[in-house]
């Protein structure tokens, strides 16, 4: 990996820490707040993967999460360490790999990238596949059904859709912008 793209993919792991700072918003129904941090995985796919190809975009994630496995409170809240895997968050964390690759590697196919084709992108990664990860694993730890914990889930939709349009509407603006970024994919 050259330096570059190290550091695009730290840079991406920083803005999972950033947007870590911000409280999670706790739900009394639910151990799963909400937090903004899948806001990072959508932008880290929408612009790594443009760029770079999805391994980078998910690399950002991978990276993010041994920083919080090896103690670092960087998840929302102030929280970390390997427990945080234990709990019913877990999967949606696992989630965040999987989601930013595919993002990325729609984005990777993409002809020419704009606004719709990114929220489209970014729906199917920051959420669908983040929620197939999560909703399972959440259901397994908090011992409830799927499908009633699909149903918990349902309170987070309209946070999500506002991550995917902001996620998107900063993607267009950084390709745009950033020289780095204009280039062909290397």
Not at 6 to 12: E, I, N, Q, T
Not at 85 to 93: A, I
Not at 128 to 152: D, K, N, R, T
Request: proline letters at 6%.
């Amino acid at each position: 990996m050259d330096i570059r793209k190290l550091v695009y993919v730290s840079l991406f792991a920083t803005v999972m820490g950033v947007l870590g700072l911000m409280p999670p918003i706790p739900l009394g129904f639910t151990p799963v707040p909400v937090t903004p941090q899948t806001l990072g995985v959508m932008l880290a796919g929408s612009v790594l993967g443009v760029r770079f190809g999805p391994k980078y975009a998910a690399y950002s994630q991978v990276l993010f999460l041994l920083l919080i496995a090896a103690g670092v409170p960087l998840l929302s809240g102030g929280r970390g360490g390997l427990g945080i895997f234990l709990t019913p968050s877990g999967g949606y964390l696992i989630g965040w790999i999987a989601g930013a690759y595919l993002i990325g590697y729609i984005c990777s196919k993409m002809k020419g990238v704009s606004f719709l084709k990114l929220i489209f992108a970014n729906i199917i990664g920051g959420m669908l596949v983040v929620y197939l990860f999560g909703i399972p694993y959440q259901a397994m730890m908090m011992e409830i059904s799927i499908g009633h914990a699909a149903i918990l889930n349902l309170v987070y939709l309209p946070g999500d859709f506002t991550k995917v349009f902001v996620a998107a509407f900063f993607a267009v603006k950084l390709q745009n912008s950033v020289p780095l970024l204009k280039e062909a994919r290397a």
